[in-house]
């Protein structure tokens, strides 16, 4: 046998020391969906919980780590060395004692484990509800503001709601499991086709809370995005109560003849309240995000693209400084990415539709062929929507 | 020799069956001891490990290579070297890869290979069942990969949840390439873990108590445990979702008033014992290599032992922790939740006895000890990261994410794999008579280490950032960037160092060309399979051991002196086996296992396009399971290559091993 080299300890201790720094920079402050954001009162009663466990895991790590290093250096064979070591065959205290050790530390996360989870599972019962579906691959969200049991308002990527009151969302999927998560206000809820989950989230202070869909759902799961918007009570009440207005009917010559480029194709599966649906359409219009207010919200296609320019910039809590409430009229559309889209929406964003078929289960929206100047009345509609 | 007579052993000395005809009449007996038709009709436990290995290596550098696909897909944010359809087929055949077609049948090269050898028996059981679960195997890998030219691989993951796995969400074939090229090889592997199972429980040699099994033999008999039970499940899950699929069958659709949860349900009901099935073959690995390296006995046998049993058992009760998120409601998720955090307790006392086994050992750093060393501490963080999953609600920010993917490969790769790689190296010149070598081992463990460390390191951070699974990209401006490019070039470092690994078996072999063969014992080991002749002959055994301790081997080598000290008494060469042995009957070769499970993949292929393929590949089948049952497990024409058993002389010093083959009536192995 080669006589053993001398590397190892430094590499061993080089590796251990890169762990540790690597977990100390978790928490780095660009990373708008990192989990230890704790924004939220659900999202830092679980911080509560894990920091400590990651602190006590690191700690046992490098504990275990070092005495790994230790044993390698410590009793490495000696060159010429033939002797026997002493031959234990186990120390049954010593046993006994590792084995209950780790299992009295667990007892302790054990304990506070438990606690939180029925924290967590606690709902307040007068919470603002949202209903929020997932379906392939973007996020709707509904209000039913005066409580009678049908949406009254019918949004889509963004759930705006006020911040530091508590809101209860009702969690379902229109097709396949969907998972719906904005790291810095709770943990993720599945949304699982046939069954309603419940999760309890609070913005303590307004401001943008990113979120992307977790559990696999398709062809574009890396793309189905949603933002949590939590503004000040009074922004909220606005908010809600433009939401609720139908849209106008345009008056620029151009966005009338761009609504009826809608009337024709897109009406088939996006809806806007107070555009008439043509008749075939009845079927499956709405299986497409409902666009009656799209210029309010700050992106589109799912959450991937922001429809202001502005929104781009700045800290990611922030929209360029201009306050969600006054996007339409303060932001700098983002013309150019909505033509894009309209131009050949599944060269933006990977989608199997069936252009042949208009099925219920959604995949997508197809290419519509639309001509450039089809496009552009198109757009001219569009932005009025507000 | 009480003991002996209630346990018989895989070979016949007493009468044997005549036949004058040849069965079925297609085929004669085959007797090819050389050539590929050796190979392809061999019932040998010894040639069927190796094979189970080439193949599993195999499918490990399709597997790597398409793990390259994933990093250099996400080593820069919106990149488009691969399309989303392309990367959602990449990932999921990349795990399904690793798991089915990699991992366990690698440890199943190592227990097929090692396991009779460990007990001191002369094959398996089922000799003829052993090569049909291999051919099982291979036949159901190739079919599952065949999918990458018939219209693209599957694309749900390896988790395959429902609904997003029916027909509606994923309209191409790959699916059912997946639920039939699973339960193709869910044969193999069911097949297999009753023939060893039986094989460890019937087939010790005298002496060789349960207590005195060596720890890599009670691993993979408790792997083969959970694997009878475990199998069924995923079975049953996936003929669920075949006829889903291609029937129109309803068992997940909530219209039709089922419940996608079953589906995830029975998924990890079967998926985290699977966990268990995949990494206790490596700690029974590393058990063996430590001791040896450390010259010093595993420290706490019984501990060892019973902790992979109570990890064994305990793995079937913390399945929905992969379901946290899922919806079941508080009370099942802090049960699931406890039962998970107490499953690292049996798991960290494997860890604390294998330091102290080394612990005041004189430990030499050779390329095996390097890797099992290595598995050590790779797969302490795997097990503390498994920890912090346990905590439910820290779990619900967790799951799903890259912090999940760091933990089960550090767990999987740098345990389970780390495992393997040290039983290739250690057991690689009892295989094939030479060293694998040291210089290259050497660079391959620290490149690979290093390699392993960047690639999956960072993923821990990326995770806790917030990056998910399953994504084929990410955007820029989410903090993602930098380490997963890092995470890119460790990716590329671990793909050299498995360029390194093939290269030293390459040059080994030629390195030894023309040399004598090292001896039996060239690591001054502890259990059984070091007293035989590397490579080992055929027949294993010249006499069947009488094992009167735990470590026999070694105790025959080493003996308290008479002040009480311990020491060498005898050398290697006195106590190990000499080859050349004859007179011993063996199982002989048949063509029918291939034959027999060729016919499942022409099934597979009919269940999908036309019934024809599916009657083509039934009657292979049916002529296969009657080749097989009116052929006698012996061919007495041709016993063999050896000489008649009544030649038999033994010539071994231990008289009372020596006598108990001739005297003990032994059945003739049924498989």
Redesign the interface.
């Known amino acids: 046998?080669?006589a053993?080299?001398r590397r190892?300890p430094s590499?061993?201790t080089g590796?251990l020391l890169?762990?540790v720094t690597?977990?100390a920079?978790?928490?780095?402050a660009?990373?708008?969906?990192?989990?230890?954001q704790g924004d939220g009162s659900e999202?830092q009663?679980?911080n509560d919980?894990?920091i400590p466990?990651?602190g006590v895991?690191?700690i046992?790590?490098i504990l275990?780590?070092a005495?790994?290093v230790f044993?390698?250096v410590k009793?490495?064979?000696?060159p010429d060395?033939d002797d026997?070591?002493?031959?234990?065959?186990?120390?049954l205290g010593?046993?006994l004692g590792?084995?209950l050790l780790?299992?009295l530390i667990?007892a302790f996360?054990?304990v506070?484990?438990?606690v939180?989870?029925?924290d967590?599972?606690d709902a307040p019962d007068d919470a603002l509800e949202v209903d929020v579906y997932g379906q392939?691959w973007w996020w709707g969200f509904e209000y039913d503001v005066d409580q009678d049991g049908t949406a009254d308002i019918v949004t889509a990527n963004e759930m705006v709601i006020p911040a530091g009151e508590p809101v209860v969302v009702n969690?379902r999927s229109r097709?396949?499991?969907h998972?719906f998560w904005i790291?810095a206000l709770?943990?993720?809820?599945?949304a699982?086709?046939?069954?309603t989950?419940h999760l309890t989230i609070q913005a303590d202070d307004p401001g943008i809370y990113r979120g992307?869909?977790?559990?696999?759902?398709?062809?574009?799961?890396?793309?189905m995005q949603m933002r949590v918007v939590a503004l000040e009570r009074a922004d909220y009440d606005a908010w809600i109560e433009n939401q609720q207005r139908d849209a106008e009917t345009p008056t620029d010559a151009d966005a009338a003849a761009g609504l009826e480029i809608f009337q024709g194709q897109c009406v088939t599966c996006h809806q806007i309240d107070g555009v008439d649906e043509v008749e075939f359409a009845a079927q499956v219009s709405g299986a497409a995000p409902n666009l009656t207010h799209l210029m309010t919200r700050s992106t589109f296609a799912g959450g991937?693209f922001e429809l202001y320019d502005e929104a781009n910039e700045g800290d990611?809590y922030d929209l360029g400084g201009i306050p969600y409430n006054d996007l339409p009229e303060q932001g700098t559309f983002n013309r150019n990415q909505l033509e894009a889209w309209l131009r050949n929406p599944p060269a933006e964003k990977?989608m199997a539709p069936d252009p042949t078929e208009f099925?219920q289960?959604g995949?997508g929206m197809p290419n519509l062929n639309l001509t450039e100047q089809q496009i552009d009345l198109l757009v001219a509609y569009l932005e009025t929507l507000k | 020799m009480a003991l002996t007579e209630e346990r018989p052993l895989a070979l016949t000395t007493g009468d044997e069956v005549t036949v004058d005809h040849e069965p079925l009449g297609v085929f004669r007996r085959p007797t090819a001891t050389e050539g590929w038709r050796s190979w392809v009709t061999t019932v040998d436990h010894k040639k069927i490990g190796i094979m189970y290995g080439y193949a599993a290596f195999f499918f490990f550098l399709v597997g790597g290579l398409e793990a390259l696909v994933i990093r250099t897909q996400l080593a820069v944010p919106d990149n488009s070297v691969v399309s989303a359809e392309l990367y959602n087929q990449v990932y999921t055949m990349h795990g399904v890869t690793m798991v089915f077609l990699v991992i366990m049948p690698m440890a199943a090269a190592f227990a097929n290979y090692l396991l009779p050898l460990q007990i001191g028996a002369r094959d398996v059981a089922f000799p003829r069942m052993n090569a049909f679960s291999f051919w099982c195997f291979l036949f159901g890998g190739i079919f599952l990969n065949t999918s990458w030219f018939l219209g693209g691989a599957a694309d749900g993951g390896w988790f395959a949840y429902s609904p997003n796995t029916g027909v509606v969400f994923s309209p191409s074939h790959g699916l059912d390439f997946f639920t039939l090229g699973l339960l193709i090889t869910g044969i193999a592997s069911l097949v297999s873990s009753i023939n060893l199972t039986v094989t460890v429980l019937n087939m010790r040699a005298p002496g060789m108590t349960l207590m005195r099994m060596p720890v890599f033999t009670w691993m993979v008999l408790v792997v083969q445990v959970l694997l009878v039970f475990a199998l069924p499940v995923i079975t049953l899950a996936l003929i669920l979702l075949l006829f889903e699929r291609l029937y129109d069958a309803q068992f997940f659709n909530p219209e039709a008033g089922a419940d996608p949860l079953l589906w995830e349900n029975l998924f990890w009901i079967f998926g985290h014992p699977e966990v268990y099935i995949l990494i206790l073959p490596s700690f029974g690995i590393v058990s063996e290599v430590i001791p040896v390296f450390s010259r010093k006995p595993i420290f706490g046998y019984p501990f060892m032992v019973f902790s992979g049993i109570a990890i064994g058992f305990m793995g079937w009760g913390v399945w929905a922790h992969h379901m946290f998120a899922s919806g079941i409601g508080p009370i099942s998720v802090a049960a699931f939740s406890l039962s998970t955090m107490f499953i690292a307790v049996p798991t960290g006392v494997k860890i604390l006895n294998w330091l102290a086994t080394m612990w005041g050992g004189k430990l030499t750093f050779t390329t095996p000890m390097l890797f099992a060393v290595g598995l050590v501490a790779m797969f302490t963080v795997g097990g503390l990261s498994g920890v912090t999953h346990s905590v439910a609600p820290s779990d619900t920010q967790q799951t799903d994410t890259y912090y999940i993917v760091a933990h089960f490969h550090y767990v999987l790769f740098g345990g389970a794999l780390m495992g393997l790689f040290a039983g290739f190296y250690f057991w690689w010149p009892k295989v094939y008579g030479h060293f694998l070598g040291e210089r290259l081992g050497k660079a391959h463990f620290w490149l690979m280490l290093i390699g392993f460390n960047l690639t999956f390191g960072p993923m821990h951070i990326l995770g806790l950032q917030g990056m998910s699974r399953r994504i084929y990209t990410y955007d820029d401006g989410l903090g993602f960037n930098m380490w997963n490019f890092v995470s890119t070039v460790g990716a590329f470092l671990i793909a050299v160092s498995i360029l390194l690994f093939m290269a030293n078996v390459w040059t080994s072999r030629r390195k030894a060309k023309g040399q004598p063969a090292v001896g039996p014992d060239p690591w001054d080991s502890r259990s059984l399979e070091w007293m035989i002749p590397s490579p080992v002959p055929e027949y294993n055994f010249d006499e069947i051991p009488v094992v009167t301790s735990r470590d026999e081997f070694w105790t025959r080598k080493y003996g308290e002196d008479e002040n009480g000290k311990v020491v060498r008494l005898h050398s290697a060469d006195e106590v190990c086996q000499k080859p050349g042995a004859t007179g011993i009957h063996l199982p002989s070769p048949s063509y029918w296992p291939i034959v027999l499970s060729a016919g499942l993949p022409f099934i597979g292929y009919g269940l999908i396009y036309s019934l024809w393929w599916a009657a083509l590949g039934g009657v292979l089948v049916i002529a296969g399971i009657y080749g097989w049952a009116l052929e006698p497990a012996d061919d007495d024409e041709n016993p063999h290559g050896h000489d008649d058993h009544d030649d038999h002389d033994p010539s071994g010093d231990d008289a009372v091993a020596a006598d108990e083959p001739v005297d003990v009536p032994e059945e003739a192995p049924v498989g």
């Open positions: 046998m080669p053993p080299r190892l590499l061993v590796a890169l762990g690597l977990l920079t978790g928490c780095a660009d990373a708008p969906l990192d989990i230890f999202s009663i679980i919980l894990q466990v990651f895991a690191v046992i790590g275990v780590l005495a790994i044993i390698v009793f490495r064979a000696k060395d026997l070591p002493p031959q234990t065959h186990g120390a010593l046993e590792w084995t780790p299992a667990l996360v054990a506070g484990t438990v939180t989870i029925f967590l599972a392939q969690i097709d396949v499991i998972s790291p709770n943990g993720k809820k599945d699982v086709p046939g069954r989950h992307q869909c977790t559990e696999f759902c398709g062809l574009s799961h890396a793309r991937i990611p990977p099925s289960y995949r």
